[in-house]
């Protein structure tokens, strides 16, 4: 039933007419059921108290905080345990020897370079240098040797092949007017191979013999520009390596 209330009534004489149970009924709802959020330790919690008047009112009382959790130990894994210790061979294995291949194969000479024949008119000739070297002097634009000058290199190469111990340096010159670099190369090649050739057929080894082809002379080169110098050079002794005391083993 619906009472009339003046409005200068107080709040709690408005509350006071209202029934018990509608009171009770708005008041006293339980907090605890609603969700609750995540509060600090130190955090109260409310205790419901009665008022002389049928209302509820909430108390705070302080709630215990709770006891921290300790970390989960981290599990240690142990070495495995090995029931032998691998021995050690004593020698190390034997060198894998390859069988020889099934078919026969065949094998081929090197292919000795052709040989030089003499030019009737061919401005050459040889002259003695010292630390007993050979220069042989040539036209200007031509490797061509006369048979004089072929004479003289073969008879020299039959000597070097007596001293097993050398090594002969072929060392080619050219010159030609301008200022191309490569034509003077390709001569001065040209005349280091004819020597070459002709001191391989008079027996000097292939291992021995070191063309360079250096082309057009410096500036400061005094000595004919068309030219080949054989040098002779001596091969380095092989010195053994010192021990730890510091003497030869």
Do not use: W
């Not at 059921?33 to 955090?43: E, M």
């Not at 005094?222 to 010192?242: F, G, K, S, Y």
């Amino acid at each position: 039933m619906y009472r009339p209330i003046p409005f200068s009534l107080p709040l709690a004489a408005f509350l006071a007419c209202l029934p018990l149970s509608a009171a009770q009924a708005q008041v006293t709802s339980n907090l605890d059921d609603l969700p609750q959020a995540k509060t600090a330790p130190s955090a109260k919690k409310t205790a419901p108290k009665t008022h002389p008047a049928g209302h509820v009112v909430h108390k705070t009382a302080e709630k215990s905080p709770a006891p921290a959790t300790a970390p989960a130990a981290t599990p240690v894994r142990s070495a495995p345990a090995h029931a032998t210790v691998p021995g050690v061979p004593p020698a190390p294995p034997p060198p894998v020897v390859l069988p020889p291949p099934f078919v026969p194969v065949q094998l081929h000479p090197p292919v000795p370079p052709a040989d030089v024949t003499a030019v009737a008119d061919a401005a050459s000739h040889t002259a003695p240098l010292p630390d007993g070297g050979l220069r042989v002097l040539f036209r200007s634009g031509s490797e061509a040797l006369n048979a004089e000058s072929l004479k003289a290199i073969q008879d020299y190469g039959t000597e070097l092949s007596h001293h097993p111990e050398q090594r002969v340096l072929l060392i080619a010159h050219a010159a030609l007017p301008g200022d191309d670099v490569s034509m003077p190369r390709r001569i001065a090649l040209a005349r280091a191979l004819a020597v070459r050739s002709i001191f391989i057929h008079a027996g000097v080894a292939t291992t021995r013999l070191y063309p360079r082809a250096l082309g057009r002379p410096d500036a400061g080169d005094t000595a004919p520009a068309d030219r080949l110098d054989v040098v002779i050079e001596t091969n380095p002794v092989d010195t053994p390596a010192p021990s730890a005391n510091g003497m030869p083993k």
